[in-house]
């Protein structure tokens, strides 16, 4: 158990509609990242928090929005939802700093049909 | 972010070591080597993670080129557990510090 908490674990919807991802931290980690894994584009990094601001943006479709909350939990918006956006996706945390190791969630499996 | 190179593919038999690759010829001074791997089904584990000189835990041993140029993240005794995609991953200090995932090299494990 890594300690990071993700909701729901599996999710099933139709196109053109939206779902939120919800990922709890480990106990006192700042830094909270998303990324998305499908068959064919391995694991893509989406976004990164820290104490609840964005630090850094990866391959993010402007369709994909994402907050971390006061309470550092984080969650991640996905919107006009497509076929090619069936994937997994992991949240992981960690403290600040490179020499820091990112603690990953069991993942959100989305379908959408 | 700086590259790194894997092979595809490796294979090995249990109870023997596993010495798995990593080249990293545009890593700079601030870079650290971080290693992950991911077990089917899971999100993805840390393994080891250096900057300059080798390192142990209780999952792997890493050994750092001179240079830094390359690495090898040993397992002295590779079990069925072991198969997984093993990634070698380049993170800047002072930065950021996202993790860029590359293809990484899948490890089979026979009896």
């Known amino acids: 158990d890594s300690g990071v908490t993700q909701t729901p674990k599996h999710l099933i919807t139709a196109t053109g509609q939206r779902v939120t991802l919800r990922c709890s931290p480990r106990s006192g980690d700042l830094s909270v990242y998303w990324y998305q894994q499908s068959l064919d584009q391995g694991l893509q990094f989406l976004i990164q928090y820290y104490n609840g601001e964005e630090r850094a943006k990866g391959n993010i479709l402007e369709r994909f929005s994402a907050q971390q909350f006061p309470d550092l939990h984080s969650e991640l918006n996905l919107s006009s939802l497509e076929l090619g956006d069936s994937a997994l996706y992991f949240c992981?945390?960690?403290?600040?700093?490179?020499?820091?190791?990112?603690?990953f969630g069991e993942g959100s499996r989305l379908t959408v049909l | 972010d700086a590259k790194t190179t894997q092979p595809n593919s490796m294979e090995s038999n249990e109870e023997e070591p596993v010495h798995l690759p990593c080249n990293h010829s545009t890593i700079s001074g601030t870079d650290y080597i971080h290693w992950y791997r991911q077990l089917p089904s899971q999100g993805p584990e840390y393994v080891i993670h250096?900057?300059?000189s080798n390192v142990n835990n209780r999952m792997a041993s890493l050994a750092i080129a001179e240079d830094r140029k390359s690495s090898t993240l040993i397992l002295h005794r590779a079990t069925l557990r072991d198969a997984a995609v093993y990634y070698c991953i380049l993170r800047r200090a002072g930065t950021a510090s996202k993790l860029t995932f590359g293809t990484g090299t899948r490890l089979q494990v026979t009896l």
């Open positions: 992981a945390s960690s403290v600040q700093g490179a020499a820091g190791e990112l603690f």
């Open positions: 250096g900057l300059t």
